[in-house]
Each structure stands twice: as C-alpha cells, then as structure tokens.
C-alpha cells in the first residue's frame, strides 16, 4: 500500500494568513493527488485533484502543486471558514489511502 | 444534483454483520466514469477507504479487512451496500459512501455519514 504522510498535524494561524501543508507519498504517484476539507460532523468535501486541478466551486485561494511523491496545499489568505482539517488521498492505485490530516487552527 | 444517502442500523453487536445501503438520486448509478465507495471515519480519527465497485462489476476492497467486506450494487433501485461481517469494537465509525472518478478515483460527491456502533 502507498502510505501518505501529511504534516504538519497541526498548524495554528490568522485570518488572512498563507498556510501551506504538505503531503509526502512513500512511492511516486505521477499527479494523482486530492485533497480535501473537512469540518466537525460533515462529510469531506473535495477541493483539488491531479495535484492542481480545483474542484469546481472552490475559491481560487485554495491551490496545490506536486507530482511524484511531494505535494502541497497552500490557502493564500485564510479566511474563517477555511478553519477545518485537511486530508490529501492519493489516487494512483487501490487501495486508495488518506494522509492523517492536519488540523487548521485559529492563532 | 447528485445526491447520496446512507441508510442502516445504528447499533450493531459484535461478531455479527454491519449491512449499510447508499441510495444515488439524481442521477444514475449506471455511470461508466464512475465508482461507488464507501469510506469510514472512526471518532477523532481519519479517513480510511473500505472499497469500490463499478456498476459493470469491478470491485475493490482494502486488504486491512480483510475477507470481511463485500460491497454490491443495485440498478433497478440505484443503491449500492456495503456488508462487513464479524465487527468488533474497532469498526465502530461513521460511515460515508461516495461518488468516485474512474480515472483517478477521488471522491467527489459524499453521502451526509452514518454512525455505526458495536457494542453489546
């Protein structure tokens, strides 16, 4: 199985701020890469596949880049509903698996 | 609007067989671009993908359960289910069917959740 890695964890930041998370993948997966949000009691919600491809509907703050096995999610100017965890999915081969998640903090 | 729905019991005891439905609307589960899925969250943790199928018949199932997961389609009511045999405590999670691409399998339409416990 392809295991991905997310770090951090967990980040703390303001409104307004530049977040970026990163995903590591424990092999290459060419551009095969989403990424997701999810908050408390809700199902996870898509914002970007192939890597850099947003999902239609999401604001264009949110943007990822990678190929192989290191990817990134940045939010280039966070916004208070963009306070939630997020999870990178690699979909290269089945079984498909999820990063742990980095939870997104108010500072 | 495609829209998912979990359907299920709640509260199943150990040992015995959790057995969820997904019903599709507004649109038909007969997509050749598209797999059906089901992924479970336990409480506090994060995501894990249980498998796949397309309607045409192909399958897929994470090896971590096992021989335990069978999941199977329904045309003519447009559901899909998920049997997952012999539960303990540890399958206890909320969980989600979705909508996945065929070509890189993201998902892309989600069901609300079902929480399901084991306990006796």
């Known amino acids: 199985d392809i295991q991905m890695t997310q770090s951090p964890s967990s980040v703390s930041a303001s409104v307004g701020d530049r977040v970026t998370i990163t995903c590591r993948a424990s092999?290459?997966?060419?551009?095969?890469l989403a990424w997701y949000q999810q908050k408390p009691g809700k199902a996870p919600k898509l914002l970007i596949f192939a890597a850099s491809t947003l999902q239609s509907g999401v604001p264009s703050r949110f943007s990822g880049s990678g190929s192989g096995t290191d990817f990134t999610l940045t939010i280039s100017s966070l916004q208070p509903e963009d306070f939630a965890t997020y999870y990178c999915?690699?979909?290269?081969?089945?079984?498909?698996?999820f990063g742990q998640g980095t939870r997104l903090e108010i500072k | 609007q495609l829209q998912l729905q979990e359907s299920g019991p709640g509260l199943v005891k150990p040992s015995e067989t959790l057995s969820l439905t997904c019903t599709v609307s507004?649109?038909?589960?007969?997509?050749?671009?598209?797999?059906w899925g089901w992924i479970r969250q336990p409480p506090g943790k994060g995501l894990e993908w249980i498998g796949s199928?397309?309607?045409?018949?192909?399958?897929y199932h994470n090896p971590s359960l096992k021989s335990r997961v069978t999941i199977s389609v329904d045309t003519s009511n447009n559901q899909f289910s998920l049997n997952l045999t012999s539960v303990t405590a540890a399958d206890t999670a909320v969980y989600y069917c979705?909508?996945?691409?065929?070509?890189?399998?993201?998902?892309?339409?989600w069901g609300q959740g079902t929480t399901v416990t084991v306990s006796s």
């Open positions: 979705a909508r996945l691409a065929v070509r890189e399998p993201r998902g892309d339409v």
């Open positions: 999915q690699q979909a290269n081969t089945f079984p498909i698996t």
């Open positions: 199928l397309h309607y045409g018949g192909s399958t």
């Open positions: 507004g649109g038909s589960i007969r997509s050749s671009s598209h797999y």
């Open positions: 092999q290459g997966i060419s551009s095969w």
